[in-house]
């Protein structure tokens, strides 16, 4: 199985700030990769995929880059609506597998 | 408007079964790969299982092989998941998730469910 290891798994920014999350599969994923945010009581949304895309609808401050194992998703200028917990995943291969989530706190 | 909604969730006992259901509305169901993907409370996500489009082929975690099964009824634009001798562990929000490359599996997962509860205890 693919081992997805995100980090950090907290962090507390100030409005403005810049934020970065980075992940590293166990082996070569190529660009086989997502992120998502999730909010508490809700289910999780796509943000990224194929490690750089942005997804429809998503706010340009959100960023991904990487490819192979190691990937970074950055947000440019945090906002108070991005606190949320942060997951990477890899498509790859099954069983498809989920960092363990990053929470992003807003000061 | 594009949508999954999940039924099914409640609360079994151990060693008994529940089959949760994912209806689909606002795209063509049968063209793309669906998963089911739990979450513990206050834990992360775990993928559970996979269906191709046309149901051709199935894929679980090790962890519930052999105890679920994934199916699909493209003529109902629905998926099911039967969930036979349940364990404490099984305990979860569970949801549906369109895979969203048409056709084909590999993309990231576009459209959730709002998730429904499975709680498994005596």
């Known amino acids: 199985d693919i081992q997805m290891t995100q980090s950090p798994s907290s962090l507390s920014a100030s409005v403005g700030d810049r934020v970065t999350i980075t992940c590293r599969a166990s082996?070569?994923?190529?660009?086989?990769f997502n992120w998502y945010q999730q909010k508490p009581g809700k289910a999780p949304k796509l943000l990224i995929y194929a490690a750089s895309s942005l997804q429809s609808g998503v706010p340009s401050r959100f960023g991904g880059s990487g490819s192979r194992t190691d990937f970074t998703l950055t947000i440019s200028s945090v906002q108070p609506e991005d606190s949320a917990t942060y997951y990477c995943q890899q498509s790859h291969s099954t069983p498809l597998t989920f960092g363990g989530g990053t929470k992003v706190e807003i000061k | 408007q594009v949508q999954l909604v999940e039924s099914g969730g409640g609360v079994v006992q151990p060693g008994r079964s529940l089959r949760l259901s994912c209806a689909a509305s606002g795209f063509t169901f049968s063209r793309y790969g669906i998963h089911w993907v739990r979450q513990t409370p206050g834990k992360g996500l775990e993928w559970v299982a996979v269906i191709w489009y046309d149901g051709s082929n199935k894929d679980y975690a090790d962890s519930v092989k052999g105890r679920f099964t994934i199916s699909r009824d493209n003529s109902k634009n629905t998926l099911y998941l039967q969930m036979n001798s349940l364990r404490a562990e099984d305990t979860a929000v569970y949801y549906c998730?369109?895979?969203?490359?048409?056709?084909?599996?590999?993309?990231?997962?576009?459209?959730w469910g709002q998730g429904t509860t499975v709680t498994v205890s005596s």
């Open positions: 998730a369109r895979d969203m490359y048409d056709s084909t599996l590999g993309g990231g997962m576009d459209v």
């Open positions: 082996q070569s994923i190529n660009n086989y």
